[in-house]
């Protein structure tokens, strides 16, 4: 009978370590592990990015960081169950992008959530877009592109990844600022792009700046939608340069619900911050651009491209 | 347990209400995303009237065997959904603790009486059983399995 | 060729072999659990590879995918769960076998297959990577859909009983795969108003609750165990294999055309290992000498499903080595590790940095290799657990399992519930004739077939005939003749077997329960 009580006093305390709950306080967080939420599947470029942050997360915070998924709806799933019922109390923050987070609430009639009910801690990334097009290609730049798009409206067609994401409002931008007609094939995710463009089945792919790195052999790049020059692709001209006054993607950033602590939030800041810094070296060659863009200038991000993607999706939903 | 029931029938009118469910409830949607379903829709549609048609003309079944207890059938169905539920409720440690244990007593019962001994005999092996499943999941895999709605 | 040996040499250490027999045996376990697939074994194991040199974590890599897709095949024969979807083929005639006292004999013939298969998909991948790898672009969304509709015509075999309640299962899968936000389009469709919906239903969700709650009332009900206590071993681990082995390699069509079938299908980008075990599956059927005889306990079911589906994870690896292309789910993360260790896609891929990519590709080859003595051994040791244990832990201990596989999966409690009522339901359609494949069929397929048909639309919005794009080039004609040639051949015999001999078929309308009269056995 020894090992029965054995058992039982395991099975007791395995049972109230989880029925009382951590009643941290804020002075000394972290005091427990952190669960950072990945709203998409694994093997992502968010989660990928999530894992390269983890360990550094952890040292620097001293404390175990654990990265979870709930993918679904293009990470709306995950979002609305956040905003709905995660803590205030720093022990849970959760991966957000843009646009999605502002597309998804204007364009679903029930999204669940809201563009901005949580705290951004930070947003860490910016990714670009890029405008590819395969090496046998008859368009060596961006402008024989639009000449060749204003003389056969609908004909040229962009593949990118998912609906009303970074690439799609992309492509609808470029179409009212060069006022040309183009067919956006949304894939599902960046996976089948490559082959969809060498297997001459699209005119095109415009998507993040990191396929452009990736098919750098087998593609070639037209345009990014940076402000400055991507470091990964120096030869490349930005939108801007050529005239379309283009400049967006995605942003990857990392939010916290409405309420929690500032000193939390701040605590946050620095570690990601930092992180950001250790991990320019790796990121930087893949064609990420590092940011660490935190408080208000990150609602002030939200704000501007709210306004600037509102008409554009607005002008979509009534087609 | 044998019931009888035409089952092209049954097939057939539960293809006409999941069809129905569906078309129904229509949103306001762009083409691009109710082309492929609308066309499914009315492709169930079809396959379902077929087989009421057959229903009549050429039945393939006219009764269903439960195998085994009807009864029993039933308490295990709420047994699912009761763990489920008390999973949200009470948190996944408790919740299984207690559907684990009163699902094999009501399965042990069935081929034997249950003496007090032996069900304190099963503690231990539950115990070992729940927790080792549970520290795979949350530790190595880490997985955060829900801890109750009621606690907090 | 010298960095071939010179990876060959590094695998060929202690440290090297005991990381690819670690790897594949947590592979096994993780791929064994339902709910737990090969991308989320690799997603879970990724982290312990950052501490490793690229390569060893390479190598565990390749050993955990290898371990993970072979690891459903067990828990698909001994309790009917595929434990992941690339064996859901495998519980056609492999639960059959186990309720007929063969489970042993099913996983040694699934382990054989497994290890043929494994190597046979790196062989192919060493040797005819750049050919094959050209073959991948060719497949566009026309031709995709095509593909889906070929695999639609598999509903014909699967459904063996009613062939129009297997199309209405079809059809029931691909209305459920059009829950959630629409793949064009980016709307929410069939939400019934809960935002957790947008998800849609996880394909991995309906396969465990169709396939698993099934099983699990139905034991209820009855007061029976998972399999008959009589299926003891006869003789042991080595009379076993050497029968089964006989029996494979005796007449090995059917395990060559498993294999080949395999990697034709694993380098089309996006079908992946879900559907190649079920072609495989039905082709040996197809061209049996008796192919009624498959879904009752035929042992050449469970080869040709598991050696195909262990050719996808070599084989998968063509396109995405040669152009960074991911053929199955899995093959995602795998990518991301090679871009982290900044080893790039492309033929340059086996020459530049040919240690690291061919010590990755020999690390499965080993891997297959080693899944046979860690699959005989750990066969028997699950298989008597299973049939030892009494049958009132093993139903909570299988749903508590279903439970936590189904939560881990999307961290989703909504899921579990999902998963419940799915498979509730689907004990109740099993009931009325309408089996749980052919839904789970409709589901994998449907969103293929749905992608592939509106974006075809889309490329060609700007022609006279849009949906003539449909049939454009020549390689979707040719699936279009295929799709045809496909349905003529299985509808045809199934149709005249029907109306010209009704009495016989009606005892097997439901092959997944054995006869009341075996069972009845002491």
Sequence with gaps: MKITTTQWVVSLSILAALVVPGVAAAQQYPEQPITYTIPFDPGGISDTTARFQEPHLEEILGTDVNVSHRPGGGGAVAWSQFQSGAEPTGYEMIGVNIPHIIAQPIMRNNAGYETDNWEIVSFYHFTPTALIVSEDSPFETLDELVAFAQENPGVVTLAGSGSYSGSHLDVLRLEREAGIDLTYVPFSGTGPLPAALQGNHVSGLLDYTMLGVQMEDTGRVLAVSSEERVPALPDVPTFREQGYDIVGGAYRGVAVPKGTPDEVITKLEDAFAETNERITEQQEPLGFVMTNITGEEADEIIGELETAYQPILEDVQEE | ?152 | ?522
């Design chain 3, 1 to 522: 060729m010298e960095m071939f040996f010179q990876a060959l040499m590094s695998i060929l250490t202690f440290e090297g072999l005991l990381t690819i027999l670690v790897g594949v045996t947590a592979g096994l376990f993780i791929g064994s659990l339902p709910g737990l697939t090969a991308t989320m074994a690799l997603a879970v194991l990724l982290p312990f590879t950052f501490t490793m040199s690229p390569l060893q974590g390479l190598m565990a890599l390749g050993a955990v995918y290898m371990g993970s897709i072979y690891g459903g095949a067990f828990t698909a024969i001994l309790i009917n769960t595929p434990g992941t979807p690339s064996s859901i083929a495998t519980t056609f005639d492999g639960y059959p076998m186990a309720r007929q006292g063969k489970a042993y004999e099913a996983l040694v013939a699934a382990t054989i297959a497994s290890v043929v298969g494994g190597i046979v998909g790196v062989a192919f991948l060493l040797l005819l990577a750049p050919p094959l790898a050209r073959l991948a672009v060719v497949f566009g969304p026309a031709e995709m859909f095509w593909v889906a509709m070929l695999g639609l015509t598999l509903v014909a075999s699967l459904s063996s009983g009613s062939l129009l309640k297997g199309l209405l299962g079809g059809c029931f899968g691909i209305l459920l795969s059009t829950i959630g936000v629409s793949p064009v389009g980016g709307e929410t469709r069939f939400n019934f108003g809960i935002p957790a919906l947008q998800g849609g239903i996880e394909l991995i969700v309906a396969l465990i609750g169709l396939f698993v709650v099934p099983e699990v009332l139905s034991m209820a009900s009855q007061g029976r165990g998972a399999l008959p206590e009589s299926g003891k071993l006869e003789g042991g681990v080595g009379i076993a294999f050497r029968k089964m082995s006989r029996h494979i390699f005796g007449k090995p069509v059917n395990l060559i055309r498993s294999c080949i079938i395999g990697q034709i299908i694993a380098i089309i980008p996006g079908a992946g290992g879900n559907v190649t075990s079920l072609v495989a599956y039905n082709e040996a059927k197809r061209f049996s000498g008796k192919p009624d005889s498959f879904g009752k306990g035929n042992v050449d079911g469970v080869v040709a499903s598991e050696s195909s589906n262990n050719v996808m994870v070599a084989g998968s690896m063509v396109p995405l080595l040669t152009l960074g292309i991911p053929g199955a789910p899995a093959d995602a993360i795998i990518l991301g590790v090679l871009l982290m260790h900044g080893l790039r896609p492309g033929i340059d891929l086996f020459t530049e940095t040919g240690v690291l990519t061919n010590g990755f590709v020999l690390s499965m080859g080993f891997a297959a290799l080693f899944l046979l003595p860690v699959g005989l051994l750990g066969g028997r040791l699950i298989h008597r657990v299973v049939v030892k244990t009494p049958f009132y832990f093993m139903l909570p201990s299988i749903v508590m399992v279903t439970i936590l596989g189904t939560y881990a999966l999307r961290n989703s409690f909504l899921d579990v519930g999902l998963m419940l009522l799915l498979g509730t339901i689907g004990y109740f359609l099993r009931l009325i004739g309408i089996r749980a494949a052919p839904i789970v069929l409709g589901l994998i397929l449907g969103i293929i077939a749905e992608n592939g048909y509106v974006q075809t639309m889309l490329i060609s919005i700007a022609d006279p005939i849009p949906w003539l794009g449909l049939v454009e080039n020549p390689l979707s004609k040719v699936l279009v003749a295929l799709v045809l040639l496909s349905a003529a051949t299985s509808l045809l015999p199934s149709w005249l077997e029907r109306s010209g001999r009704m009495a016989k078929t009606t005892p097997d309308e439901n092959p997944d329960r054995v006869n009341p009269k075996e069972e009845g056995k002491p």
């Design chain 2, 1 to 152: 347990m044998i019931v009888r029931l035409n089952t092209d029938l049954a097939a057939g009118i539960l293809g006409l209400a999941f069809a129905a469910l569906l078309w129904l409830p229509r949103e306001e949607m762009g083409r691009l995303s109710i082309v492929f379903p609308r066309a499914m829709i009315i492709l169930t549609v079809l396959v379902a009237l077929a087989l009421v048609v057959k229903a009549f003309v050429k039945p393939a079944e006219r009764q269903i065997e439960i195998e085994g207890s009807p009864l029993r059938l039933v308490i295990a169905i709420a047994i699912l959904f009761a763990w489920w539920y008390a999973i949200g409720l009470i948190g996944f440690l408790m919740a299984t603790a207690i559907a684990f244990f009163g699902f094999t007593w009501f399965l042990a019962r069935i081929e034997m009486s249950v003496s007090a001994r032996r069900l304190i005999m099963w503690v231990p092996i539950m115990a070992l059983l729940i927790g080792v499943f549970y520290v795979a999941f949350t530790e190595v895999l880490s997985v955060r399995l829900p801890t109750g709605s009621i606690w907090s």
